[in-house]
């Protein structure tokens, strides 16, 4: 496995004895799919992932979900450390998208660390690097176009072989919409003969068509 100098480089900041220790907190891991935290529950702790992802989504009150962001190899989660903070409750929910290790320090021995300042500096500097992200998101939401949107994100989960195993309500969660908009927007792609469609499936047909679409301004 990555070491931790190697997953968290900003840790060489920390004081040795300080970094002995969280090189030694036990790790653990969860199958795919577990729910790490709901909306509502208490924060336990101070997470960072070693290996796999961990998923944030929100939903609303009509039960549609929005992928908030991933917390992948190397990273700490930004809700975790705000609920931590801010002493409050989770406001969205975790699910490990693949088996995924972790690490946690207990939320009362966090906020000892709180008082090193070259901790502080440590989780305060995680946080900024998730917030532009999240940004991005917010951007991409309110004044992304969905077609746009949905070409990208198809696009970045293609693997090279064109052919993606995923529902349109999978992809309506990844983008914040509804299951009817994705399809509309699909069957008018495959229509024009820029996608094929099967159950679970989409396949990319004509990228130079998909990516003008993505890039021209309508």
């Known amino acids: 496995m990555t070491s931790w100098l190697e997953l968290f480089p900003s840790m060489h900041q920390l004081p040795v004895t300080l970094t002995k220790e969280l090189t030694g907190l036990q ?9 790490l935290f709901r909306d509502g529950d ?15 989504q929100k939903m609303d009150p009509e039960g549609r979900e929005i992928v908030l ?24 929910e975790g699910v490990a998208e693949i088996e995924t290790e972790l690490a946690l320090i207990p939320a009362q021995r966090f906020d ?18 998730r917030i532009a992200d999240l940004m991005a998101l917010i951007e991409d939401v ?3 176009r969905m077609d746009a949107r949905l070409i990208r994100r198809l696009m ?19 983008l ?26 989409v396949t990319l ?14």
């Open 69 to 92: 962001y991933r917390v992948e190899d190397g990273q700490t989660c930004m809700l975790t450390t705000s609920c931590l903070l801010g002493d409050k409750a989770y406001p969205a």
């Open 27 to 35: 790790t653990m891991k969860v199958p795919k799919g577990t729910v």
């Open 205 to 218: 047909i004509d990228l130079d068509a998909l990516w003008h679409i993505a890039t021209t301004d309508v």
């Open 42 to 56: 208490a924060c336990q702790g101070y997470v960072f992932v070693l290996d796999g992802s961990v998923r944030v």
């Open 156 to 174: 970045e989960l293609d693997d090279g072989s064109h052919k993606l195993k995923l529902t349109h309500q999978q992809l309506a969660t990844e």
């Open 176 to 201: 914040g919409t509804a299951r009817e908009v994705i399809s509309r927007i699909l069957k008018d792609f495959e229509r024009r003969g820029h996608v094929s469609l099967g159950r679970g499936e």
């Open 142 to 144: 309110a004044f992304g």
């Open 112 to 129: 000892e660390l709180l008082a090193d300042s070259a901790f502080r500096k440590f989780a305060l500097g995680m946080i900024s690097e």
